[in-house]
């Protein structure tokens, strides 16, 4: 067994390491066993991985040394910019050159399976993306509108079955509520899971990789997921809960509530 196999078996998070990644080392783990499960689902054929938000290549990483993975589609418009729910985020040297760059650090890389496509969802066309993907991940803009039609575009081209993982679900979940929402008005087949820290789950159509032997730490680290986005979310509940805050929301309640009674006294009905 070489050293990558040995590290991926032990859900290494340093195979992380060699490009600067907004994951944590829970988020790492979640991803690593994720990977270890398509691989023992695919070992015959090898699978092709698709990415929309690459940035610096920082969740790239372990794949380029897979010998397993065939194919990996990086989708990434570049914008110097990004709308996002927190407020506008800026990416400094956000090319495709400065991420192959970076990604030329990691032993073992081969940069030769990666296919980077300049594109967001809304213009790329879902038919165009060829082989299929098993695996999509979503850690784009952090908007509702843009979540829900990335995972629209994903479901696409897995063609209604495969799996599609996201970043910052704590952040991005009313967009995951749209897209489940849909899956369930539409009755189309689908299973979720929640994974430490902030990586959430869609398995559709008939794909049962989910309930190989292979998930099992996963799927038993859904509280450790749901406790630790409760604790990051923390930060706008104690915000919202300062005194001046709470005044602002007593005289908005005064303002607005009609259903705001005065005091019982001269005047009251």
């Known amino acids: 067994m070489n ?11 340093t195979l992380f390491s060699y490009v600067v990644s907004q994951s944590t080392d829970g988020d790492k783990r979640s991803l690593l066993g994720l990977q270890r499960t398509l691989r023992e689902a695919h070992r015959e054929k090898g699978y092709v991985y698709l990415e929309i938000g690459s940035y610096l290549g920082g969740s ?9 993975c065939r194919k990996i589609i990086s989708i990434d418009p570049r914008p110097p910019a990004l709308p996002d729910i927190r407020g506008t985020l800026s990416y400094v040297e956000n090319t495709t050159e400065n991420m192959l760059r970076q990604l030329g650090r990691v032993p073992g890389a081969d940069l ?3 296919v980077t496509l300049e594109e967001g969802t809304e213009t790329l066309n879902p038919a165009s993306i060829l082989p299929r993907p098993d695996f999509c991940f979503v850690d784009g803009e952090h908007t509702y509108a843009a979540v829900l039609r990335d995972s629209q575009f994903c479901q696409a081209v897995l063609q209604g079955s495969g799996w599609i993982a996201y970043h910052d679900a704590n952040i991005v979940y009313d967009g995951l509520l ?3 929402a849909g899956l369930q008005q539409a009755e189309t087949g689908f299973r979720a899971y929640n994974f430490e820290d902030s990586i959430f789950l869609i398995e559709l159509g008939d794909c049962r990789w989910s309930e190989s032997a292979m998930m099992s730490g ?10 630790w986005s409760m604790h990051e979310n923390d930060i706008y509940r104690r915000f919202y809960n300062r005194r001046l805050c709470q005044f602002i929301r007593l005289v908005k309640g005064r303002i607005w509530n009609p259903v705001f009674k005065r005091p019982a006294g001269k005047g009251a009905t």
């Open 218 to 227: 996963l799927r038993q680290s859904s509280a450790k997921g749901y406790l």
């Open 178 to 180: 749209g897209f489940v």
């Open 112 to 114: 030769g399976k990666i």
């Open 3 to 13: 050293d990558f196999e040995t590290r991926l078996k032990a859900s290494d998070p």
């Open 60 to 68: 790239l990483q372990p794949y380029l040394p897979d010998p397993l």
